[in-house]
C-alpha cells in the first residue's frame, strides 16, 4: 500500500527556531511536494524536487529551504521560523507510472509557531 | 497566479441526494484531477480526466470537463454522511510537467 509519512502531526516552535519537518514515501517515487494550506487559500506549493539533490522553487518559496538527499526523503527547512509560517503543511510524491501524475499526500503537520 | 477556483466554497445537503461541485481553471491544462480532505488529514486522490476526454465514472463519481468553457465539475451520487470532507480540484498543465496547481476546494457537508 502506498504510503507516504510525515515526521510530526503536531508541532509548536519559537519565533526564530530553526525548524525541519520531514517526509518519507515507499514508493520510488521520482517527484516529491512541500505545500502548505491556509485557510480560504487552497494548497500553495513552496518547493518540490523531481531527483534527488534537484530542487525547485514553487509559488511561495521565501522564508523555506529544501533538502532531497535520497529518493525516499525530502526535508523542508524553515531557516528562521515566523509567526506568518503557522499553517498546515503537506508533503505529496508522485510517479509518472499512469502517465498522470496522481500524487499521494502524507497526514500533514500543523506547525504553530509562538 | 493560474489557480483554480471551485464553487460553491460550501455545500449543505441530506444524505442520498446529490452533490455537485465546479471547478474553473485559466490555462491549458494536460488533465484535471479531483481530490478529498477529511478534517485536518492530507488529501485522497479520487479520480482523473484527461484534456482528450469529456466524461469520467468511478463508482458513484462522475467527472466532466469543457476544455472550450476551462471547467470541470464533480457529481457525487447518492451521498453519504461518510462523504463529508473537503473537496479540491488540480490541474496538470501543459509544460509544467509533474506540477499540480490546487483549487481553493468545496467543503461539503451531508447530514443524515
Known amino acids: 500500500d502506498v504510503k507516504v509519512t510525515q515526521s510530526s502531526r503536531y508541532l509548536v516552535k519559537r519565533t526564530g527556531e530553526k525548524v525541519f519537518l520531514e517526509c518519507v514515501q515507499d514508493?520510488?517515487?521520482?517527484?516529491m511536494f512541500w505545500y502548505r494550506q491556509d485557510p480560504g487559500l487552497g494548497l500553495r506549493l513552496i518547493y518540490f524536487?523531481?531527483?534527488?539533490?534537484m530542487k525547485e522553487k514553487g509559488d511561495i518559496p521565501e522564508g523555506y529551504s529544501v533538502s532531497r538527499e535520497k529518493k525516499e526523503r525530502f526535508s523542508l527547512i524553515l531557516e528562521s521560523a515566523s509567526t506568518n509560517q503557522t499553517s498546515m503543511y503537506l508533503c505529496?510524491?508522485?510517479?509518472w507510472g499512469t502517465g498522470a501524475y496522481e500524487q499521494y499526500f502524507g497526514p500533514g503537520t500543523r506547525l504553530t509557531v509562538t | 497566479s493560474q489557480q483554480g477556483e471551485e464553487d460553491p466554497q460550501a455545500l449543505s445537503i441530506q444524505e442520498g441526494e446529490n452533490a455537485t461541485m465546479n471547478c474553473s481553471y485559466k490555462?491549458?491544462?494536460?488533465?484535471l484531477q479531483w481530490y478529498r480532505q477529511n478534517s485536518g488529514r492530507g488529501l485522497v486522490h479520487l479520480i482523473l480526466?484527461?484534456?482528450?476526454?469529456r466524461e469520467k465514472h468511478s463508482g458513484r463519481l462522475r467527472v466532466t470537463l469543457d476544455t472550450s468553457k476551462k471547467s470541470s465539475s464533480l457529481l457525487i451520487t447518492a451521498s453519504r454522511a461518510a462523504d463529508t470532507a473537503s473537496y479540491f480540484c488540480?490541474?496538470?498543465?501543459?509544460?509544467?510537467?509533474?506540477?499540480?496547481?490546487f483549487g481553493t476546494g468545496t467543503r461539503l457537508q451531508v447530514t443524515l
Open positions: 505529496a510524491s508522485s510517479s
Open positions: 514508493m520510488d517515487h521520482e517527484n
Open positions: 524536487s523531481y531527483d534527488v539533490k
Open positions: 490555462t491549458s491544462i494536460n488533465n
Open positions: 480526466i484527461r484534456s482528450n476526454e
Open positions: 488540480a490541474t496538470a498543465h501543459t509544460g509544467t510537467a509533474s506540477k499540480l496547481t
